[in-house]
């Protein structure tokens, strides 16, 4: 029964994999990086990734980072911004 059970998860996961993998529709990407202003409206309706640069658990201080996101019209964003780095004791 167990095995049963392993070999349909398995199967499942396989198959999860793969659909991620392959989106049901195309989306278009931007192959540029786009820079964050306070002042823009995001529309962000899945976020992809989030890298920063460098190491951030150590430094304390600005930051840049990177967010991957698909917008409601299903477009792919390449955004940087600047974020606090999370080795920062007091805040």
């Avoid at 994999?17 to 931007?30: G, V, W």
């Avoid at 955004?79 to 999370?86: N, S």
């Amino acid at each position: 029964m167990k095995s049963i059970l392993f070999a349909a998860l398995s199967l499942f996961s396989v198959m999860a994999a793969a659909a991620d993998t392959l989106p049901a529709t195309a989306p278009q990407t931007s192959a540029q990086s786009e820079e964050y202003d306070y002042s823009q409206d995001l529309d962000i309706a899945k976020v992809v990734r989030l890298r920063s640069a460098t190491n951030t658990s150590t430094e304390c201080g600005p930051v840049i980072a990177h967010m991957v996101y698909v917008d409601s019209k299903g477009v792919t964003h390449n955004l940087q911004y600047t974020r606090l780095g999370d080795g920062c004791q007091n805040g």
